[in-house]
């Protein structure tokens, strides 16, 4: 069962560079979202979906865009890579009211 | 806005003891609560929730929870724990009001259990 999978799972970026985050889900849940985590401060919504061609602002969506062409997977996106933005990035789906089924993490470190 | 306070950053305990981690929030309206364990380099496993009926929650491991609507509490509870619990641990809650069902977490509790 691969459940939410990301990709990739180590990066290191330079100032300004840009990149993808990918997220797929086999479990044919309609909600996904994107969160990043820092020491602690837990983890913080970044963007999130509700449902395949919509996306949403979460709490920190400065700096990051999303989307959501396809059901199961989510794209994640940094324009322009600032060191502020080093951190642990987590993908998460879910159905309704169900719990958030989440990946093993991208560890993002941007120089 | 909702948010979710874990008081604790830290909790030592020694192996075979008892631990609660608390979890208090804040919120206008109905929640869903969940607890999240997190193993090192490792994504956030769901421990256990509540999303209606007994205020008492049983979860994976051994763990349990209990919701109290008038202190806006979700404490995790383990009568004993093992070293293999040593990990971080976050509480979330979800705003039954916004159907995006997005999780607002805590902060998280460390839990370090020694031999």
């Known amino acids: 069962n691969a459940g939410v999978t990301q990709t990739p799972k180590f990066r290191v970026l330079k100032t300004g560079q840009s990149m993808t985050l990918l997220c797929a889900q086999d479990m044919n849940h309609e909600y996904m979202y994107w969160y990043r985590q820092d020491p602690g401060m837990g983890l913080r919504l970044i963007h999130y979906?509700?449902?395949?061609?919509?996306?949403a602002k979460g709490e920190v969506p400065d700096g990051y865009n999303v989307s959501r062409l396809k059901k199961q997977n989510f794209l994640l996106g940094l324009e322009s890579a600032a060191p502020s933005q080093t951190s642990v990035y987590f993908c998460?789906?879910?159905?309704?009211?169900?719990?958030?089924?989440f990946g093993d993490g991208t560890r993002l470190s941007i120089l | 806005a909702q948010s979710v306070t874990q008081l604790d950053s830290q909790v030592p305990v020694f192996e075979e003891a008892p631990v609660e981690l608390r979890c208090n929030y804040s919120s206008s309206v109905s929640v869903y609560l969940f607890w999240y364990v997190q193993y090192p380099n490792q994504g956030l496993q769901l421990l256990l929730k509540?999303?209606?009926?007994?205020?008492l929650v049983k979860g994976i491991n051994g763990f349990e929870a209990e919701f109290n609507k008038s202190q806006t509490s979700f404490h995790l509870r383990k009568p004993s724990v093992h070293i293999s619990d040593t990990a971080e641990y976050f509480c979330a809650v979800s705003d039954l009001v916004d159907s995006s069902y997005k999780l607002i977490f805590g902060s998280g509790t460390r839990l370090l259990v020694r031999p």
């Open positions: 979906s509700v449902g395949e061609g919509t996306t």
């Open positions: 509540y999303l209606s009926g007994s205020t």
């Open positions: 998460a789906s879910s159905s309704s009211n169900q719990p958030q089924h």
